[in-house]
């Protein structure tokens, strides 16, 4: 009578062992996988490919035509942003 639960559990882990990747839907075959093609998309499209690591500035703006819309947006959000 104890060797039957133990048999028992051996046939459900050597059945569970096959099913590694059937429990993550994008490791099964045919499913969307993630290639980073919306990077290599925007990497194209840079004028220069510093700009992907950090932005510039526009020449002669020190922020302050920003400050105005900045508020606003946390205003709604709800930020404060006084």
């Given at each position: 009578m104890r060797f039957l639960p133990r048999l028992a559990l051996c046939g459900v882990l050597l059945s569970l062992s096959g099913c590694a990747g059937a429990f993550n839907p994008f490791q099964r075959a045919g499913n969307w996988s993630a290639t980073g093609?919306?990077?290599?998309?925007?990497?194209q499209?840079?004028?220069?490919?510093?700009?992907?690591?950090?932005?510039r500035a526009t020449p002669g703006s020190n922020?302050?035509?920003?400050?105005?819309?900045?508020?606003k947006t946390l205003n709604t959000l709800g930020g404060g942003g006084k």
């Open positions: 093609a919306a990077n290599e998309t925007i990497a499209q840079a004028a220069y490919k510093s700009d992907l690591l950090s932005g922020g302050m035509m920003a400050v105005g819309p900045v508020k």
